[in-house]
């Protein structure tokens, strides 16, 4: 009996070596293979200084306005994301595409993940990038709640806001956002198991329900499997109920012109996890101090400016 027991604990013990072995190599694959990439597709931007890091910064068209573009929560690749929206910006204004750190060919950071801290990030990098204000600006998702602190801190920056799905505060009080204690997206892709769970099936990087296909969804994954787990996209999960709590009671203020787009999904179900007309009425109370504003509703759900992007370009010319 101790004699077979003795065999298991070998052959569990060789067996421990061997999927350890593996994952090392593949992890070594994997960060090989990720330098290749970056060598082979460099940022088609400027890499400038944001807070303790380094940010890309993607600027196209001409036009008096500078437009810029804020993605969403976990959006990889904000240039792919935003790709049609700024084609049709770019025609009459000068856009901006920013990515935060941890997003697309940005470097990552552990500063903390607080509106506060973003919202400075945004503006160091654009001043870095040569881009003065005041900016329309585009959030999506939420970013809202950054163009929703920017505006109120600093009015003269922002020459108006079109605002695409974007969260707003009082959400908090209909969802719970609860934090991963371990970062086991980041741990995945380190191992090289993100890099092979795409290469059998490159849908799984969110590419298809953003309305990608051909090339980009490639594209799309490559970029996804760079960043995904990143410490700042962890971060900025793990803080957003204090990001939602800090900004309560807040509207936009009168000053500034505002629009926001609503997805149809949105406010004809519970796509956000929130009921429809509930989705809605939050969105019409962050609006209450601010006389030049509307609620525009477009077909389409959360991603709304993916096959919108014409109505949307066209709201932001009307702030011009």
Known sequence: MKKLLSLFAKAALYLVAGVLGLLLFSGLCNGLLTSLEKYNHPFPGKMVSAGDTKVHVYTAGTGSDNVVLLSGLGTASPMLDFEALARELRKKSRVTILEYPGYGWSDDTNNLRLTANIVEEVRQALREANIPPPYVLVPHSISGLQSLYYANTYPEEVKGIVGLDISVPEQLNYMSVQAEPVNINKLLRLAGIVRVAFWIDPSLSGATSLGLSGEDIKTFSMIT??????????????????????????????SIPVTLVLSSEGVDSSANGIPGHTWKAIHEDILTNCPDSKIVILQGGHYIHHRNEKQIAELVFELN
Request: charged letters at 15%; hydrophobic letters at 35%.
């Open 225 to 254: 499997n760079w960043v995904v787990g990143s410490q700042a996209v962890y971060g900025e999960t793990s803080q957003v109920s204090e990001n939602l709590r800090s900004l309560s009671g807040l509207k936009f203020p009168r």
